[in-house]
T-cell receptor, first 110, second 110 residues
Framework: NAGVTQTPKFQVLKTGQSMTLQCAQD?????MYWYRQDPGMGLRLIYY???????DKGEVPNGYNVSRLNKREFSLRLESAAPSQTSVYFC?????????FGPGTRLTVL | RKEVEQDPGPFNVPEGATVAFNCTYS??????FFWYRQDCRKEPKLLMS???SGNEDGRFTAQLNRASQYISLLIRDSKLSDSATYLC???????????FGSGTRLLVRP
């Protein structure tokens, strides 16, 4: 089992560009999450999906959209990237209390 | 004020030392608590859950004090491999939405 996978691992964007971060899990989990991690801030929840077909905003949703494509996949889209979105993005999935994280995507917006 | 607060450290201790981290949470409605471990440039992984009665897993002991709204993690007989950042986490209302502290960094030296 690969667990939670994320692509790409690294990305550099210019302000105003768009991109989609991909996440997939093979653990048959219902819930999936997107977080961002900034120095000194801890992980902050951007969006989550409690089950296939549902998505909800987290603490910092502005500037992002998500799609729960199926039970396995949960993508995060930046429509018009801004320097404030420079961060490390983690996807996670869970079927209970424990969340399993992907390896992260390091995004830099110039 | 952050919902979950931790001393960022770093705590620099020799091998074999006992070290303790504390964490405070502001929302009395928080129901579940966890410690996650995050190695440098890696994803967080669950270390242990925290119960009101306290729980122990080998060299690690976690305690919860609901009256004072703090959580602790004790590491005995520190190993070099314990060097990492330890994230204190609370969960609201069984929604599986986690609130992360910004982490406490531990360095164990030979």
């Amino acid at each position: 089992n690969a667990g939670v996978t994320q692509t790409p691992k690294f990305q550099v964007l210019k302000t105003g560009q768009s991109m989609t971060l991909q996440c997939a899990q093979d653990m048959n989990h219902n819930s999936m999450y997107w977080y961002r991690q900034d120095p000194g801030m801890g992980l902050r929840l951007i969006y989550y999906s409690a089950s296939e077909g549902t998505t909800d905003k987290g603490e910092v949703p502005n500037g992002y959209n998500v799609s729960r494509l199926n039970k396995r996949e949960f993508s995060l889209r930046l429509e018009s990237a801004a320097p404030s979105q420079t961060s490390v993005y983690f996807c996670a999935s869970s079927a209970g209390n424990e969340q399993f994280f992907g390896p992260g995507t390091r995004l830099t917006v110039l | 004020r952050k919902e979950v607060e931790q001393d960022p450290g770093p705590f620099n201790v020799p091998e074999g030392a006992t070290v303790a981290f504390n964490c405070t949470y502001s929302n009395s409605a928080s129901q579940s608590f966890f410690w996650y471990r995050q190695d440098c440039r890696k994803e967080p992984k669950l270390l242990m859950s925290v119960y009101s009665s306290g729980n122990e897993d080998g060299r690690f002991t976690a305690q919860l004090n609901r009256a004072s709204q703090y959580i602790s993690l004790l590491i005995r007989d520190s190993k070099l491999s314990d060097s990492a950042t330890y994230l204190c986490v609370s969960e609201m209302d069984s929604s599986y939405k986690l609130i992360f502290g910004s982490g406490t960094r531990l360095l164990v030296r030979p």
